[in-house]
């Protein structure tokens, strides 16, 4: 019943930290999420990450987000590379030009 990221507070199921709850395989799971409030640009870089990334604006040219978990891009994705190992992970809210992205 108890994945990682859990553990059990009486007869509750908490988290062990701050991420996005999964329920999988009968049991409960918590991921870890890595959020850019806005662009993917060089003040943040290049993204390396296991767990889910969210970027709430645009990832700009030349960057790339590589995770084992989802990808949500709120704004536009432009010359950029994205690589998700999760099968069908991957959400773009606005545009796509001319990027590479793999999911899976």
């Given at each position: ?6 553990e059990l507070?009486?007869?509750t ?18 991921l ?5 409030s ?14 889910d990334v ?7 040219p ?10 949500t ?27 590479m992205g793999?999911?899976?």
């Amino acid at each position: 019943m108890l994945g990682a990221g859990t553990e059990l507070d009486g007869d509750t199921i908490v988290s062990s930290f701050a991420g996005r709850p999964l329920f999988k395989q009968g049991r409960i799971e918590v991921l870890p999420v890595y959020e850019v409030s806005g662009d993917l640009d060089f003040s943040v870089g290049k993204i390396t990450f296991l767990g889910d990334v969210i970027i709430r604006g645009d990832i700009k040219p030349g960057f790339s987000i590589h995770t084992n978990g989802s990808v949500t891009v709120r704004g536009t994705t432009e010359h950029a590379t994205i690589i998700a190992a999760r099968p069908g992970s991957g959400r773009l809210s606005q545009g796509l030009c001319a990027a590479m992205g793999r999911s899976g």
